[in-house]
């Protein structure tokens, strides 16, 4: 995990260098995520969970209606599913650096803004809940654990910030990865829709 989070701090200030044409700009946003699971076997059902995210980013403009946008997030995780009569609850906290690229078009008092690029995610704890019955979340590779501690994926964002940098916006997360620990004969992809507020400074 350690050395994950070493490339990804040497990519962002890589890239950062490269694309900074203009001022970077900074900002904070947070809202609500409704996660669920994708799972490729047919005999289970999913339903999404309410969780929350907070995100810090930076703004790095490449020119004025494209910009390098690397962040650190808090991303709440999971999802609900029903497995040969059991019902099943995850609820994870994940921090995501999501990498996007993001594009500005004036509209009105501000700008409309849409974007993509890729994750990392590192799964951090969590609480499962089977049948009315709590528990802390393992996370590993063990067949006995219930996630895997890493996930990558690609994400999108669209949105409408205005000239006072008041922001609303929302968010899709395609997880890529298998979070499902073992032998690989089951496996479980992150979605994760969300709404958010934020600022940019």
Do not use: C, W
Request: proline share 4%; aromatic share 10%.
């Amino acid at each position: 995990m350690k050395k994950l989070f070493l490339v990804a701090a040497a990519f962002i200030m890589g890239a950062a260098a490269y694309a900074q044409t203009g001022k970077t700009s900074f900002g904070l946003k947070a809202g609500i995520n409704l996660p669920k699971y994708r799972y490729e076997d047919s005999g289970s059902s999913t339903k999404t969970i309410t969780s929350y995210h907070l995100t810090g980013y930076a703004d790095i403009p490449f020119s004025t209606a494209v910009s390098f946008q690397p962040g650190i997030s808090l991303q709440g995780k999971g999802g609900k599913v029903t497995i040969l009569g059991n019902d099943i609850t995850h609820d994870v906290m994940s921090i995501d650096i999501p990498l996007n690229i993001v594009g500005y078009f004036p509209a009105g008092p501000g700008k409309v803004f849409i974007g993509a690029g890729p994750y990392v995610g590192f799964n951090v704890s969590g609480k499962d809940k089977i049948n009315g019955d709590k528990s802390d979340t393992n996370i590993g590779n063990k067949n006995t654990d219930s996630i895997k501690g890493t996930d990558v994926g690609l994400n999108g964002l669209v949105g409408y910030q205005f000239a006072s940098g008041f922001n609303i916006g929302a968010g899709y997360g395609l997880g890529l990865s298998n979070l499902k620990p073992g032998d690989g004969s089951i496996k479980k992809n992150n979605r994760v829709l969300s709404f958010s507020v934020g600022f940019a400074f």
